[in-house]
């Protein structure tokens, strides 16, 4: 991608300052109430609860808070990002200074699911082309959807009209009531937010996104039919990958930094022993997972290898948890290991 948004690593260093805290707490950032990425957090934190180590599911804007708070914020190891948040970082991380600070540390977790970016609109505007010149929501500045939204209108040079930063909670009100033409939501569908709306399917639809400049950066889909109730058709879309990031913790650090090390090995050995069980009774995204979409240029944490080894024991204090060479081979011959692929 090779749009740049201006002062983009100065967001990024400046979102989430450190807190003071008396203990270690254990706290995943995810997004908005009615969002995927909060649902597939509070999936996590009931696994972990159930092994008697309580995690903090945090609502935010999104992506670009939650990868901010992982890399500056005191007992906040883990946060979902989504892809192009990353691709974009890597693509200007060696021409800028600040933006490497801003990613120093920070490490990939587990590749989760693809989610799509919807845009709701009114039923006159046909393609992304017809936003120009109209009202819109893009998403907060600190959140995933505004980034993608900004580089998607970038890359098609959708110029003119108004681009109000509110998240799409906000904006869906707004839409319904007349007072703006669109708005960009990058969400897992169903996303809770759409699927729980009263949506008159005379006036609103999803707008198809298929064109060729934007297949080109972002991994084509498909938002099935019925998937809201005021969608009867299938409608063409592009979507990102959500991904489970973290912190390159010392295991040999200070005490601050060993029990972080241990929280996300315990996570990340619950999540890969028990992903038949998020599956089966989690968020319908979870059946899309694929811990093998690894994103270029990103390394996987330590401690996350650590805790997937086949002897690693999480200690559950309430329910027992079920037993269980390249810079990334190792990760990849650890998880075809524990799912027993061939």
């Given at each position: 991608m090779m749009f740049r948004l201006p002062l983009f690593a100065t967001l990024l260093l400046t979102l989430s300052l450190p807190v003071k805290a008396a203990e270690l707490e254990r706290n995943i950032m995810t997004g908005g109430p009615k969002g995927t990425y909060i649902q597939i957090g509070r999936d996590i934190?009931?696994?972990?609860?159930a092994c008697g180590k309580p995690l903090n599911v945090v609502e935010s804007a999104g992506s670009l808070e939650n990868f901010a708070a992982v890399r500056n914020r005191r007992n906040t190891q883990f946060g979902i990002v989504q892809s192009d948040v990353l691709d974009y970082l890597k693509t200007f991380e060696s021409e800028d200074k600040e933006l490497q600070k801003a990613v120093r540390g920070v490490r990939i977790m587990f590749p989760l699911y693809n989610e799509e970016v919807h845009v709701l609109a009114r039923k006159d505007i046909g393609s992304l082309k017809d936003l120009a010149g109209k009202r819109f929501a893009v998403g907060k500045?600190?959140?995933?959807?505004?980034?993608?939204?900004?580089?998607?209108?970038?890359?098609?040079?959708?110029?003119?009209?108004?681009?109000?930063?509110?998240?799409?909670?906000?904006?869906?009100?707004?839409?319904?009531?007349?007072?703006?033409?669109?708005?960009?939501?990058?969400?897992?569908?169903?996303?809770?937010?759409?699927?729980?709306?009263?949506?008159?399917?005379?006036?609103?639809?999803?707008?198809?996104?298929?064109?060729?400049?934007?297949?080109?950066?972002y991994i084509p889909a498909k938002i099935e039919a019925g998937t809201y109730p005021f969608q009867k058709e299938a409608v063409n879309a592009v979507a990102v990958k959500a991904v489970l990031m973290t912190f390159d913790y010392d295991a040999k650090g200070k005490a601050y930094q060993r029990q972080s090390c241990t929280a996300v090995a315990d996570i990340s050995n619950l999540i890969l022993t028990h992903l038949d069980d998020l599956t089966a009774t989690g968020h319908p995204k979870w059946k899309q997972v694929d811990?093998?979409?690894?994103?270029?240029?990103?390394?996987?944490?330590?401690?996350?290898?650590?805790?997937?080894?086949?002897?690693?024991?999480?200690?559950?204090?309430g329910a027992a948890a079920q037993p269980g060479e390249g810079e990334n081979d190792d990760y990849l011959k650890l998880l075809k290991q524990r799912l027993k692929q061939p």
């Open positions: 934190a009931r696994l972990s609860e500045k600190d959140s995933g959807t505004f980034l993608t939204s900004s580089l998607m209108l970038d890359i098609l040079q959708v110029k003119g009209g108004e681009r109000l930063a509110i998240n799409p909670d906000e904006a869906l009100p707004k839409l319904l009531a007349g007072e703006i033409d669109a708005l960009f939501y990058v969400a897992g569908a169903p996303a809770a937010l759409f699927a729980s709306a009263d949506i008159d399917p005379a006036r609103f639809h999803l707008v198809p996104v298929q064109e060729e400049p934007l297949l080109a950066s811990l093998t979409a690894l994103p270029p240029g990103w390394k996987v944490g330590a401690c996350v290898k650590a805790g997937m080894q086949p002897d690693y024991d999480a200690q559950c204090k």
